[in-house]
Structure formats: C-alpha cells, structure tokens
C-alpha cells in the first residue's frame, strides 16, 4: 500500500513539475507556492522541493521523512521557510518576509535550531529592507537560542548579523564591540569561510569609522580566507569592500581598476545589490578622478537598481554622492538629489528608530555576555520582584520628570539669554538699533510669556532645521500664523525680523557643533542647521562672525 502510494506521488510530482517547466509563468516558484497554498499535501510539497533541488538550490530533493507521514503543519513550516530563503537569495525582499513570518508561526512550537534560523533569515530579510527596529528584534531571539545551545560557529553568525545592523542604522561603534566577539567565536569554530565574513564584516565596520588602514587589514584577511574557499562570489564582495577602503584612502585609480572587474562579474551573476554597491564605489571613485559624467552615470545606474529591490541605504549613498558632484555644475539638478536624499535619511532613522536603537543597545550591553547562560533561567525570578518594586518605579519615574522639566526650562531659559546677547550684537553690528530708533533689548527685559513664545520658535526652527530647509513661511505654518503676524511679535520682543532671527539661531546651532564635532564637515553642519549648502553657509556664517566656519573651529580647538 505504501509503495502504491509513493509510486502516484512519484508520478505526480513529475508531471506537475513537467507541466510548470511548460507553462508560461515567469517564476516557477510562485507557481509551485500558489498551487501548495491553495491545497497542502505532501504531493505539492515535493514538487515545490524537487524544482529548488533540480535548481541546484538545496541539496537534497526532500525536506521531510515521507514515513512515518509528517504533521501537515511540519510540510508547511519548510515550504515556507524555503521559500524564503529562495526569495532572499532572488533579492524578492517582501516575497521572504511573507514567506518567513508565515513560516514562524509554525516553527515556534519546533526545534530551536529550526526556530533560530527563522529568526535569523528574518533579520536579515528586515534588515535588506531597512527596517533595523524589527531586524534588531528577531535577531536578539535568535542570539539568545544561539548562546542556549553553545554552538560557537551559530553564535559567531548571530553576533556578526547584529553588528552588520548596527552599522547600517547609523551605529557602526557599538556594532564594532559585537563584531570583535564574532572574530572571537569564528577562530573557536575554525571555520575558514565563518572567520572569511567577519573579516568582511568588521572592514566594513571599520571603513565606516573611518579608520581605513584597519579596514584595509581585515579586507586583506577576508580575502585570504575567502581564496581557501573558492567562492568566486564571495570574493569578489571582497574586492568590493576593498575598493571602497582604497577610495576612503583616496587611492581611486587602484579602487577603479578593482571595480573595473567586480562589476560586470555581479552584473551577469544577476547579484543586484552587490551590483548596486558596487556602482556606488565607481561612482565615489570616478569622482575623485575627475570624471564626473562617468560617476554619475553609475550613480544614476544604483538609485534605479535600489529603487527596483527597495534598498534605501544605498540610495541614500548615492543620492548624497550625486549632490556632492553636481552642487556646482548643476545646482538645480543638486537640490533634487539632496532632497531625495532628506526623504531617505528621514525613513531611514527617525526619532522612534533611534529611540528603539538605544533600547536595543542597552539590552546588550547589560548583558555583557558574562551571564549569556543564566539570563535566561533567571528571567522568572526578576518578574516576581517586578511586582514589589512598580510602585516605586512609578514614583521615581514622576521624580524624575519633575527633574527633567526644570533642567529643560533652565537650559531653555540659558539658550534664549545666549541667543539674545547674538541678537544685540548683530542689531549693533548691521547699526539696526540707531536706524529704527529702539534701545537694545535686554534679557531683563523679556516677560516670561515671551520667553515662551521665542523658545517655541526656537524649539521649531531647531526641529526642521534637522530634516530640511527652513523659511519663515514654514515656521508661521507650525505655528498657526501668518508670517506678517510672526514676524511683527518677533520684531516687538527682538527688534530684529523673523527672518534674522532665524538666521541667528541656525549659525548658534552651527557654532556649537563646529565645537562639538570636530570630526563632522563643513557640507554636514550646513545641512543639519537647514542651509542648501556650504557655501551658503559659509557666506553668512563669516558675515555675521566676521570669521569662516574653519577658522572659528581651529580658535575654538
């Protein structure tokens, strides 16, 4: 009876399988997936195991003991989860994440190895597609399993994937200390292709800090590594990375003979977010070479590929290049790409993002990975004291915003007397008191309603000068006003317009990072405090000071 059965399921797995490979579809796989949803059995199972193994995609044609029969919900819980691993190797990041979280609700109730790589093909499949809060999640998971079973090559993997996020979300420091721990765990496996990619990973890591003599040391040892392997694809991400360590050393023509060969390698292996990462580099090199019609070419050419697989961490790369290489050509065209780029540095790390961020960072760092074996055992103790101490949670917490609110008023109150010393200054310096015939105003002299009223404004203009540009009209709009109404009370407090005082409170916000981030550019601090540009900035910076935004931070250093 048995064999009469796997005789029909024979037949019938290859006559479904000769039927697709006649049809049609575009993607076999939707097909197989379609068709497996509408009705589960093990027959649509198998064929759906068949085309990933006649693919090469998997090694073996099954995924499951056909006898005893499994659990349907067992069947279910691997095509899922096949299939997004299928759609995560296809660059189809939605297709994955659909796949992945249906499967999750299964695998919950399995084994923990198969639960951990749910979640860690989860966190990747988020993290492809920017979104690090849910990445970050579901990575924290499956670390914890990881470090539960003591595997050390899972561990390292686990660590590794949390440091690449950590980078991409703008915190490549603290994703540094979890990357050093993966080099650790990756030389106690042994694994020449495991120490290959965090090799890879903390170049990367340190190529973002900027400390490219590093990077370039653990590029070079990703790629002896990566030569034991084989892998002529790894390797040549590793010629990827190295590229863009070379550019950051201003070697460009040695980055562009790199990229000479990676690129029509990704470009035929179909890899399009290789590719797109690796047009980005030429761009930035191709610049630095002084062709900026050719950089620009392969900048357009990744925006349209990221555009397409909906990476926006590339497409803010690139965006921010093209800036960069039009700002004086074309400044028409420049503003297009620097606001695109605002959107997608929006997206990418909003204020909830960072908050979730720090939330995550603290979770890790409490761990320290000194009690990674009896957190967990510990975890039912810790919510029975919970109950006794919410109490005075709860009262240290009011304590605590009390706190907050006051020093906040008092920094408040220490912005607007800094501010309005700025504004008698520059009243005296454009001789605007003796023109309209007023006295200095003194910060005596301001009643505690104005002192509201200019730090709402302050409060405002600090807010959007973070994400764009900032105008009086903009200001007015937040605050329900018309800008002739806006700026008549500021001119009545101030005795200088809206539009000064906005002037004056972006170069007091320039000062103080000029002061306080000597590392940050020129470029960034006039972006940040809502100037188009440098040299914008630089104009009315020296205008008002007397003095350039360079030189000022020298004097101040």
């Known amino acids: 009876m048995i064999n009469d059965k796997m005789v029909n399921s024979k037949w019938y797995v290859v006559a479904l399988y000769i039927f697709l490979s006649l049809s049609v579809s575009a993607n076999p796989v939707d097909s197989l997936l379609d068709i497996f949803d509408r009705k589960p059995s093990l027959n649509s199972a198998d064929a759906f195991f068949a085309h990933l193994y006649n693919d090469g995609f998997t090694d073996e044609p099954r995924m499951y003991n056909p006898v005893p029969t499994p659990p349907m919900d067992t069947v279910k819980a691997l095509v899922w989860y096949w299939a997004g691993e299928w759609y995560y190797a296809t660059q189809e990041y939605p297709k994955a994440e659909y796949n992945l979280l249906r499967a999750l609700e299964l695998m919950q109730y399995a084994d923990k190895i198969s639960y ?56 490549p420091a603290e994703g540094m200390k979890y990357e050093l721990r993966a080099i650790e765990y990756a030389k106690k496996a042994g694994s020449p292709v495991r120490l290959a990619v965090v090799y890879g990973m903390a170049s990367e890591i340190e190529h973002t800090l900027r400390n490219d003599e590093k990077a370039l040391c653990y590029a070079d040892s990703a790629c002896v590594m990566e030569a034991t392997t084989g892998n002529t694809h790894k390797m040549m991400v590793r010629q990827s990375q190295k590229a863009s360590i070379l550019n950051g050393l201003k070697r460009y023509d040695e980055a562009e003979a790199i990229l000479r060969d990676v690129i029509p390698f990704f470009r035929e292996s179909g890899d399009q977010l290789s590719l797109a990462i690796s047009l980005n580099k030429m761009g930035i090199a191709l610049h630095g070479l002084g062709r900026p019609d050719e950089a620009l070419a392969c900048l357009d050419e990744s925006i349209a590929i990221c555009r397409k697989i909906g990476n926006l961490v590339n497409e803010a790369y690139a965006q921010r290049e093209a800036y960069e290489i039009l700002f004086r050509a ?228």
């Open 116 to 171: 951990s790589d749910n979640l860690a093909m989860l966190g990747l499949v988020e993290m492809r597609q920017s979104k690090y809060e849910e990445a970050l999640r579901y990575m924290h998971l499956c670390y914890e399993l990881d470090i539960e079973a003591g595997d050390p090559e899972r561990i390292c993997s686990s660590l590794n994937t949390i440091a690449g996020t950590l980078m991409a979300a703008g915190n």
């Open 330 to 557: 074309n400044p028409d065209e420049a503003r297009l790409h620097l606001v695109r780029y605002h959107e997608l540095k929006d997206s990418l790390y909003s204020r909830s993002t960072a908050e979730q961020m720090a939330r995550f960072n603290a979770e890790f760092r409490l761990d320290e990975f000194a009690v990674e074996n009896t957190r967990l055992r510990q975890r039912d103790k810790i919510l029975a004291v919970i109950a006794v101490i919410v109490a005075v949670l709860i009262v240290a917490l009011a304590v605590c915003i009390a706190l907050w609110y006051r020093k906040r008023r008092k920094a408040m109150d220490l912005q607007i007397n800094t501010l309005m010393a700025e504004v008698n200054r520059y009243k005296a310096l454009s001789s605007l008191s003796a023109e309209e015939g007023r006295s200095e105003v003194t910060d005596k002299q301001l009643s505690a309603a104005e002192r509201r009223f200019l730090g709402t404004i302050m409060a405002t203009i600090t807010e959007m000068m973070e994400t764009s540009s900032v105008t009086v009209e903009k200001i007015a709009e937040t605050l329900y006003m018309t800008p002739k109404t806006l700026n008549r009370k500021v001119m009545d407090i101030t005795g200088i317009s809206t539009k000064q005082y906005l002037l004056l409170v972006q170069l007091e916000q320039a000062r103080r990072i000029l002061v306080q981030e000597p590392e940050t550019s020129i470029l960034d601090v006039s972006l940040r405090c809502g100037f188009e540009n440098a040299n914008t900035f630089s104009s009315a910076f020296k205008r008002v000071y007397n003095i350039s935004p360079s030189e000022f931070r020298k004097q101040a250093s």
